[in-house]
Each structure stands twice: as C-alpha cells, then as structure tokens.
C-alpha cells in the first residue's frame, strides 16, 4: 500500500446496533474501492472484516477490525466495530483512535438501543458524527421516519442531506437535499440527473427545512438570516456544514443500500468532504521527563510518539499491535521507547492491516493507522515514544466486567494450556478478567455478559483446542459467632517412644471486627501453658479461620482467647498444641452460635423511564433492597439497591430481558450481612453432602 500523508487520513468509526448493517457497509465500500471482485456477505461468512469461526458461526461481529479504504487521493482507516453490548470493549478501543463517526441505522428496524449507545459514545468522545441509513431497498425501510426519531431524540442539530425515491417498489435514486436536485442510478453505476418527482417534493420541503436549520445553528449571522427568511447559498451551506460537522454541531444524514451498493460514493465524498483529516484534530500527552504537555496534534514535524489501542494475540497470524501514530513519522527499524514499561521496542517490519491481512508500508506518518509485529513487552492502552522525548497519552476508558462464572477444565492436564491461551485472550480483550479465588478454591472468568463468556469459551475451543466447563459460581459467605463459648481440648497420643501431649482451654466470641478473621488473645497465668507453645496455638487458629466448621467457609469477626491449658514435659510439641487448638476451635465454634454470613453488594442499574417498574418488581423478587431512583441522562433512571451476591447470578440474561438490551448495571462490594434462615440452611446442606 503506499504511504499517506496526514492530510489524506480520515480515521472513521462505524458504530450502531447488532445487525443494522455496519460489516455489510464496509463490503460495499470495499467492492466500489475496487478492493474485491465481489460483495461478500454476512449470511455466507465471507466479509472481510468477520473472518473469525465464532463470528461466522453467530453471523455478529464480536471483533472491531480496521478496513483502510483507498478512495481517490484519500485514504479511509475505517474501523468496525461490533453492535451488541456484550462486546462494548471493542467499540470503545476503535472510538479511541477515530476522528469521527458514522452511525449506522436500518432503515426497516429505525433506532434501536445501540443506535442511543453509539449516540453517547460520541457524545463522550465529542466525536462528529453521520447517520447512515441502511436497507432503503426494502419496501418497510422509512428514511423520513428515522429522521423525524432522531430529531426528536437530539434536535436542530440532525441534517437530512438525502431523500430516497422509490419507483414501482424499487430504489432507483435519491433527491439531493443541498442541490434539490433527482439523481437516478444507471446500469453504468454512475448517476442520471433529472428533475426532483411531484410526489417527493413534500418530504423535501421537510427535509430542506431541518437542513437550513441545522446550518443556521451554526452561526449568529446564519441564524439571523435564517429568521429575516434569506436563503443560503449552495457554497454557503456547504462552508457552514463543513464547520459544523467538524464541531458537532450538525450531523448529517445519509441513506443506501449495502446489498445494491447504492449511495456508497455520496458517503465516501461526504466523509472526505466533512470528516476531519487527522491535523485538524488535537492530541496530547504526557512528556514524563519534564511533566508539561505535549502537543501531539499528528504534526509529522514533531518527536515520534503512537498509541497502542489494540491487539492481535492470534495462533494463526501471530501477535501484532495495532497503533495510531500521533506525532512524527514511523519508519522501519525504529526504535521506540514504552514508558509505561521502562523499555525499548524496535520495530521492525511496519504494516497496514485489513481485517486480517497485514501489508508492508515503508512509513507510516502522524494520524495514520497501521500495525507493529511482536513487540516484546507492549500491550493495549501502552504509549510509545523516543527517550529524548518520553510521553504517555492518556489509556482508554474501558468498560468493567460485572458477569462472572467459575470454570474448570474439562480434560485434566489441560490447567497450563489453558492458562496460556487464556494470557493471549485478556491481551487482546480488556474486557476479560480472570481471577484465582483461592479462599473459595475456584478460579473466575469475568466478561461484559454471558454471551461474552460462552464466545470466549469457543474460541479456547476453535483456536486453542482446550475445552473449559463454565459453571455457576460459588458465593463467598463466611461465617462468625454470635456468642461466647468456653471450651477446651486435650490432645494425647501415645505410640512407643515419644507421645504427643497438648491441651488448650479456649473462649470464642463475636470481636466486632469483620474485616478482620480473628483476634488472638492470651492470659495464661502460671506458665499451664508455656510461652513457646502460643506460636503454635495461634498457627491452629489460623488453620482453622480458613475452612469454618459450620459449611467450609472462611471464618470472620472471632475473638480466641487461650487462657489455660496443660502441657508434658517430655510429650508436648508444636504440632500438638495446633492439633488441639484446631479441635477446640471447631467445638468452640459450633457451641458459639455460629452463623452464615453472605456477601450484599451495592447495585447500580440504569434503564429507560418505561421499564422502573419491571426491574425494581424483580429486584424485590431477588431479595434486594431499593435504596432510591433518580432521573439521568436521555430519560432513563438510575436505581440504587442492596443486593446480595447470589442473586446476581444470571442478572445481565434477566435485565436484558425486562429491558429489551436497554439497561446496563454495575455494583460493588459493600458489606456482610447475615444469611436468611433458608439460604443458610441451603448452604450448609450442600457442605455436609460435599464431604
């Protein structure tokens, strides 16, 4: 591929709901770039940016993937990005290193969830944005009714720039809202002007009117005209969208059919047209050696300096990491230096990347998207940089997995490859988490959602060839006392020789302390028991706070006191003290009025006006507590609530239900509490049978 420079880059998102044509998109692009001889599709899994098994088994991206489109002079980054929540962190990697957006929307569907979704990740971005309507070859496809939706939603600020016109059920051609000109497609696959249709002049009007307020907004002197009745030149409309797609303040709306690739080179001139190249965008950093701001803003005149905001961890293809280039111009054999690891990466080999096929570039300059093979210690959301001029830019706001489960291995001997396939996984997804609870004696996988964890357990499956069970998990309770008990035990074993002899006489009690597992006291007076031997009796303690007598589970909140006991000259030991100690313990435990606590966590869930009532029904069911419900952002609300752990158990499958994918929950850590009667007894049931 050649080299670009900065001002020929347009780095474009593709962001909008699961299936409303985003991979389809960047197939017809691709066709009318001349990239391919034929349009794959989603449906026969041969598109260029699904190329993953799971993707092509589910017929959903689960991966975002850079496509770069050479349009003319120019060339597009565009990056995919997956629709469906379970796979947010993808979506939110790809934003970090867009300079603009395009939101696409089915124009048979209308706004769907991730279309609000795309909507606040650009708002948070502050990224410009279009809308692109797909299907309009379908007869139940309503341009005018998306348009009207998203004026509601967001206002003045909508654009329409096109209207569809149908003949004989047939998408033939479009209006051109700024020109108020017809165009009709030709077998050629140019465009025919003729004049606008009688029938499509209403909509005009309408779609006119949204469009010169939109501009209006833009200025003080534009919104003045506008109110005296002035009209606005071509020129002048084009000069003031320019500048308001560039800052926000207008979004576009543009309409096709990926199917029929029809619509494709409006969207490509309008992206060159309105999108901004990369030195018109600003970016900055950290120089870590003098601590004041470096200015970035893709100046290829400045020191070296690119972002890692992802990476390919692929058995196949091998490690690669894909980088924006945010001052400078990167050559081969460079060698770069990461901050964050106090470590230098040579490069070697520089690329650009197509889905999954790499190409060699000979440079790479400010702003542009490529990719670095097998650099030894870089990951995801890494700075590099020279060591002249070490800079750090600010790591990406990745979204925090809430939805675990316990899993295993299904062969034994699998544990160390599947721990190694598992290492590539989290390189690539930061939305994956994997922890030992060893208190629990399970280890965890965290994703965004259930489906995000069964996707992961079949690519362990398809790429690494070992199989996982993915299991509930088990909660962590603990367990305490409510009261204090005396009690005592003597250890005595005699086999020839040597005996073993140790004898404790213990209290336990409820220490007021839950974040601690016990307090150990001593008041022996006498020497009953000598100083030596406490060592041993605290070690028995601690044994024993690891795996509670009551169903197995770590102990909390206990105060032992050892005061009194015995001991033999010749026969006491160490190990006999602990071995006595840990009897009195259980005893002593069980005499205390022992009890089960269970984790609560502090939940935050986030829904539409219209589904309160639902989710705060079945949060009751699941023995939370409502602490409150207050209005946020774009009508949805937010409701606090206690709950415990067990019942968050399959939560993300329910809410996703109640709410039709609309609502997001998060929670945290809060407290112990006791246990309800039949929880507790559940649980202890289930110990005793385990043993």
């Given at each position: 591929m050649n080299v670009f420079t900065t001002d020929k880059v347009r780095n474009v998102v593709l962001l909008g709901h699961g299936g409303s044509g985003k991979t389809s998109l960047v197939e017809a692009l691709c066709f009318l770039a001349g990239m391919t001889k034929r349009m794959g599709n989603v449906e026969n899994g041969n598109t260029i940016s699904d190329y993953e098994k799971e993707e092509i088994r589910r017929k959903i991206s689960i991966k975002s993937s850079v496509i770069p489109v050479v349009w003319g002079e120019n060339k597009v980054n565009i990056l995919d990005t997956p629709g469906f929540h379970d796979f947010v962190g993808e979506a939110e990697e790809a934003v970090a290193v867009a300079d603009a957006a395009i939101i696409v929307v089915s124009g048979k569907n209308g706004l769907e969830n991730g279309t609000k979704r795309a909507w606040e990740l650009c708002e948070k971005m502050k990224l410009p944005r279009m809308v692109f309507v797909t299907e309009m070859d379908d007869d139940k496809a309503s341009f005018r009714q998306v348009v009207q939706d998203l004026q509601e939603l967001y206002g003045k600020r909508i654009a329409p720039f096109h209207l569809p016109i149908r003949e004989n059920g047939q998408f033939v051609g479009y209006v051109n809202v700024i020109q108020q000109k017809a165009k009709r497609w030709n077998d050629a696959g140019t465009v025919d002007k003729f004049d606008v249709p009688d029938y499509s002049y209403e909509n005009l009007n309408i779609c006119r009117e949204a469009l010169l307020e939109a501009v209006a907004e833009t200025s003080e002197e534009y919104m003045e005209r506008f109110f005296e009745g002035d009209t606005f030149s071509d020129d002048e409309i084009r000069q003031a969208l320019r500048v308001g797609v560039c800052d926000g303040s207008v979004v576009p709306v543009l309409m096709g059919s990926n199917t029929l690739a029809r619509g494709m080179y409006t969207l490509m001139a309008d992206i060159i047209k309105y999108f901004p190249s990369p030195d018109r965008c600003r970016c900055a950093g950290i120089n870590t050696s003098t601590n004041e701001v470096f200015e970035a803003d893709y100046n290829f005149a400045k020191p070296k300096s690119a972002y890692i905001f992802k990476t390919i961890a692929d058995p196949y293809i091998g490690k690669?990491?894909?980088?924006?280039?945010?001052?400078?111009?990167?050559?081969?054999?460079?060698?770069?230096?990461?901050?964050?690891?106090?470590?230098?990466?040579?490069?070697?080999?520089?690329?650009?990347?197509c889905g999954n096929k790499v190409e060699e570039v000979k440079e790479l300059h400010a702003?542009?998207?490529?990719?670095?093979?097998?650099?030894?210690?870089?990951?995801?959301?890494?700075?590099?940089?020279?060591?002249?001029?070490?800079?750090?830019?600010?790591?990406?706001?990745?979204?925090?997995?809430?939805?675990?489960?316990?899993?295993?291995?299904?062969?034994?001997?699998?544990?160390?490859?599947?721990?190694?396939?598992?290492?590539?996984?989290?390189?690539?997804?930061?939305?994956?988490?994997?922890?030992?609870d060893s208190e629990n004696g399970q280890t965890l996988l965290y994703g965004i959602s259930a489906q995000h964890l069964e996707v992961v357990q079949n690519i362990l499956m398809d790429k690494y060839k070992v199989e996982i069970d993915l299991m509930r998990p088990r909660i962590a309770f603990k367990e305490t006392v409510r009261k204090k008990a005396d009690t005592e035990y003597k250890y005595k074993k005699q086999s020839g020789g040597h005996g073993q002899y140790g004898h404790v006489k213990i209290t336990i009690e409820p220490s007021g302390e839950l974040e601690t597992p016990y307090i150990f006291e001593q008041t022996v007076v006498g020497g009953a028991v000598p100083k030596n031997f406490f060592p041993a009796v605290e070690k028995g303690i601690a044994e024993s706070v690891k795996k509670g007598p009551l169903a197995a589970y770590p102990v909390i909140g206990v105060k032992v006191v050892l005061y009194d006991g015995s001991y033999h000259t010749v026969d006491s030991s160490e190990l006999a003290f602990k071995v006595a100690t840990e009897q009195a313990f259980k005893q002593g435990f069980m005499d205390a009025s022992p009890v089960l606590l269970e984790p609560i966590a502090s939940l935050r869930v986030v829904v539409p006006d219209q589904y309160t009532g639902d989710v705060m029904g079945d949060l009751n069911k699941r023995r939370a507590r409502v602490l409150g419900m207050n209005p946020t952002e774009n009508g949805n609300h937010e409701i606090m609530a206690d709950i415990p752990y067990l019942e968050l158990y399959e939560y993300d499958t329910r809410l996703y239900s109640m709410t039709r994918g609309s609502g997001i929950f998060s929670y945290e850590f809060a407290r112990y509490e006791e246990a309800p009667q039949e929880v507790a007894s559940r649980e202890i049931s289930e110990a005793a049978a385990a043993q």
């Open positions: 690669y990491s894909l980088i924006k280039v945010n001052s400078g111009v990167l050559k081969t054999d460079d060698i770069l230096y990461n901050y964050h690891r106090d470590a230098d990466e040579k490069l070697g080999k520089i690329y650009t990347i702003g542009d998207i490529g990719a670095l093979a097998k650099l030894s210690v870089s990951l995801t959301t890494d700075s590099l940089s020279t060591r002249k001029n070490p800079v750090t830019f600010i790591r990406t706001s990745i979204s925090k997995p809430y939805v675990y489960r316990q899993y295993k291995a299904k062969k034994k001997g699998d544990e160390d490859k599947i721990s190694q396939a598992l290492a590539k996984l989290l390189m690539e997804d930061p939305t994956l988490k994997n922890v030992n």
